[in-house]
């Protein structure tokens, strides 16, 4: 792991930080998991916990209840999540995502009303944007949003939702204008629990990977949202506002793989070493020993890359297609590293009972979401 993503001294020593969630998620976190698969999503006291501990929000102000740090806490953060074999907490969309949508876009008022709730844990957070017949063409987006009186009426569905079931502050895409493609989207922020009217939970999808993360179906039927939890001054932003935080999302996405590759060359050298086949480690064989090396090699390559990225995004200067480079290569990186070392671990490696098998599953999304990669590509071919 590197040491490089710290270029700022603010809030608490990256070493601590990094103490810190180590231990919470494999102590408080990791031996949960199980439940957590089985239920189809964690148990809403580990965010509490989380905001206990200080882990929310890290780069949120800290008059809104936040760290007052940088997104490289937030970084140390999600590698940790990883090394520890947690995939039930959606921390990404949580507490790297969400809050940044309120701070760039919204009121005083609304920052001090939602902020404070995110960062303690007390609230879950999520973003619906992806429709059951629309995935990373936002434009198309049919979920309308109907002024009337003091109010916005939102109808419509969404699909693929992390944090879908637990969540309490909703950002909704939705049209404010159904005759204007980018222009008529806008950004919408509801207060939701199961008892809200016009807002229903469907069912926890059952994924191949990821099984102990809540993403869900979710259903408007003239869904009331204050017109005062618009995000932005007026309606028609809510495109603009995606495009300029889903660079914020992809880095995520990288931060991500690169952990996942280095956790995977890690536990597979360790279990080549110890692995006898023929009289002798598994290690020793040529085959090992050039696998493992060319695993390592990509992996330091994505490290230094997605430094660069992080180095970057703290100073403001993360460009849109270089993001896009970022999400798209290393996620396209992590599933093959996590399959070669699966490789390595041969039948072993196709059981539950190791950690490499449910990485080889809960690596496939990265590919997907936030862009699916095939959008990646076209950014950055656009930028060209």
């Given at each position: 792991?590197?040491?490089?993503?710290?270029?700022?001294?603010?809030?608490?020593?990256?070493?601590?930080?990094?103490?810190?969630?180590?231990?919470?998620?494999?102590?408080?976190?990791?031996?949960?998991?199980?439940?957590?698969?089985?239920?189809?999503?964690?148990?809403?006291?580990?965010?509490?916990?989380?905001?206990?501990?200080?882990?929310?929000?890290?780069?949120?102000?800290?008059?809104?209840?936040?760290?007052?740090?940088?997104?490289?806490?937030?970084?140390?953060?999600?590698?940790?999540?990883?090394?520890?074999?947690?995939?039930?907490?959606?921390?990404?969309?949580?507490?790297?995502?969400?809050?940044?949508?309120?701070?760039?876009?919204?009121?005083?008022?609304?920052?001090?009303?939602?902020?404070?709730?995110?960062?303690?844990?007390?609230?879950?957070?999520?973003?619906?944007?992806?429709?059951?017949?629309?995935?990373?063409?936002?434009?198309?987006?049919?979920?309308?949003?109907?002024?009337?009186?003091?109010?916005?009426?939102?109808?419509?569905?969404?699909?693929?939702?992390?944090?879908?079931?637990?969540?309490?502050?909703?950002?909704?895409?939705?049209?404010?204008?159904?005759?204007?493609?980018?222009?008529?989207?806008?950004?919408?922020?509801?207060?939701?629990?199961?008892?809200?009217?016009?807002?229903?939970?469907?069912?926890?999808?059952?994924?191949?990977?990821?099984?102990?993360?809540d993403t869900a179906e979710l259903f408007f039927d003239?869904?009331?949202?204050?017109?005062?939890?618009?995000?932005?001054?007026?309606?028609?932003?809510?495109?603009?506002?995606?495009?300029?935080?889903?660079?914020?999302?992809?880095?995520?996405?990288?931060?991500?793989?690169?952990?996942?590759?280095?956790?995977?060359?890690?536990?597979?050298?360790?279990?080549?070493?110890?692995?006898?086949?023929?009289?002798?480690?598994?290690?020793?064989?040529?085959?090992?020993?050039?696998?493992?090396?060319?695993?390592?090699?990509?992996?330091?390559?994505?490290?230094?890359?997605?430094?660069?990225?992080?180095?970057?995004?703290?100073?403001?200067?993360?460009?849109?297609?270089?993001?896009?480079?970022?999400?798209?290569?290393?996620?396209?990186?992590?599933?093959?590293?996590?399959?070669?070392?699966?490789?390595?671990?041969?039948?072993?490696?196709?059981?539950?009972?190791?950690?490499?098998?449910?990485?080889?599953?809960?690596?496939?999304?990265?590919?997907?979401?936030?862009?699916?990669?095939?959008?990646?590509?076209?950014?950055?071919?656009?930028?060209?």
């Amino acid at each position: 792991m590197s040491t490089a993503l710290i270029t700022t001294p603010e809030a608490s020593e990256p070493a601590a930080v990094r103490e810190l969630a180590r231990d919470f998620f494999t102590k408080e976190v990791a031996p949960l998991e199980s439940k957590f698969i089985e239920q189809g999503y964690p148990d809403r006291s580990v965010y509490r916990r989380a905001g206990d501990l200080g882990l929310l929000c890290m780069s949120v102000p800290e008059e809104y209840g936040g760290g007052g740090a940088t997104f490289a806490y937030e970084a140390i953060l999600f590698e940790e999540q990883i090394r520890s074999g947690d995939s039930a907490m959606q921390l990404g969309v949580h507490t790297g995502i969400v809050p940044h949508y309120i701070l760039a876009y919204g009121t005083e008022e609304q920052k001090q009303r939602w902020l404070p709730k995110l960062a303690s844990g007390e609230w879950i957070g999520a973003i619906a944007m992806t429709e059951p017949g629309t995935g990373s063409d936002l434009q198309a987006i049919s979920t309308r949003a109907v002024k009337s009186g003091d109010d916005y009426l939102v109808s419509g569905a969404k699909t693929f939702i992390s944090n879908g079931r637990n969540c309490d502050l909703l950002i909704i895409a939705a049209k404010t204008d159904p005759d204007a493609r980018a222009s008529g989207l806008s950004l919408l922020v509801a207060e939701v629990s199961d008892d809200t009217t016009g807002f229903e939970r469907g069912r926890v999808l059952d994924k191949i990977g990821q099984k102990g993360q809540d993403t869900a179906e979710l259903f408007f039927d003239n869904l009331r949202i204050p017109a005062e939890n618009l995000l932005g001054p007026d309606a028609g932003r809510g495109f603009v506002q995606l495009m300029e935080q889903l660079p914020n999302e992809r880095l995520i996405c990288a931060v991500a793989s690169v952990a996942m590759m280095e956790h995977a060359v890690e536990l597979t050298t360790a279990y080549t070493k110890e692995r006898n086949i023929f009289g002798r480690p598994l290690m020793a064989m040529q085959n090992t020993r050039f696998e493992l090396a060319e695993c390592a090699t990509v992996t330091r390559i994505a490290r230094t890359f997605v430094d660069d990225c992080i180095a970057r995004f703290l100073r403001g200067e993360l460009d849109v297609p270089t993001a896009a480079m970022a999400k798209y290569w290393t996620s396209d990186q992590q599933c093959a590293i996590v399959d070669r070392c699966l490789q390595l671990f041969g039948g072993y490696g196709y059981t539950n009972e190791f950690p490499i098998a449910r990485m080889f599953t809960d690596s496939r999304v990265q590919k997907i979401y936030a862009g699916a990669n095939e959008v990646m590509k076209d950014i950055i071919a656009r930028s060209l």
